[in-house]
């Protein structure tokens, strides 16, 4: 038996490896710090809400390189958002808060890249965001840094520049839900398996970009991300 035809398996580097860590599925935190809540229209300790990227929305970016990512359709609000990626290396569902560490395989660099006019068009009429979030190369990111060489990341600095001009600045410390509360938060809903990827919200500062622009994201021990719109 065979497959009527091949599909390709969406993956990303791991840093001082050359294996490859194979994407499952990306959840995404919705509004997860709290001067970006309140931009978007929105206050307080929200319990965590998620949505979710296809696999193949992934661009894996290699480290010291600029990614090309093509400018989508149907938006005349193209916005980016800087965040700290979690792969998961361990299975479990109902994970305790206090074992949640256990499950990450590592951290890597990535940004939500979002038609803010579609989305916020759809959410206004109650609809699903996928037209907003969930299209090709939505999902740009860096290689994967293991937790074995970073440590459990809870603190340092994120941002993002766009032109070279700072947009965004943030601290992890900054996060309403922490990466812990989020694995566990999100484990009471779906299984979690190795190859799953959690981007964990973005700071303040959220804004619109143009064809030609470039932007380069860090987080403290993570390196930089840079991509071109093209």
């Known amino acids: 038996m065979s497959y009527v035809f091949p599909l390709a398996q969406s993956a990303v580097p791991v840093v001082g490896s050359k294996d490859l860590f194979p994407v499952r599925r990306v959840y995404c935190v919705g509004r997860n710090y709290a001067e970006h809540a309140k931009e978007m229209g929105f206050t307080g300790r929200e319990p965590p809400f998620f949505f979710c990227k296809p696999a193949d929305a992934v661009v894996a970016v290699p480290a010291n390189a600029v990614g090309k990512i093509a400018f989508p359709p149907k938006t005349e609000n193209y916005q980016y958002e800087m965040e700290l990626v979690v792969a998961i290396g361990k299975p479990g569902r109902n994970i305790p808060v206090g074992q949640a560490n256990e499950h990450i395989f590592g951290y890597a660099l990535g940004l939500d890249m979002t038609r803010r006019d579609l989305q916020l068009a759809l959410r206004e009429i109650g609809r699903p965001w996928e037209l907003g979030k969930a299209f090709d190369q939505s999902a740009p990111m ?78 403290d021990g993570l390196g930089e991300l840079a991509i071109e719109l093209v």
Request: glycine share 14%; proline share 6%.
């Open 142 to 219: 860096g290689p994967i840094h293991p937790v074995a060489e970073t440590g459990i990341m809870s603190q340092g600095a994120i941002w993002l520049k766009v032109n070279e001009q700072m947009k965004q600045q943030g601290k992890l410390t900054e996060l309403i839900w922490t990466i812990p509360e989020v694995i566990s938060n999100l484990s009471e809903y779906f299984s979690l398996e190795p190859g799953d990827l959690i981007f964990s919200g973005t700071p303040a500062g959220v804004g619109r970009v143009n064809k030609g622009d470039v932007l380069v994201g860090g987080v």
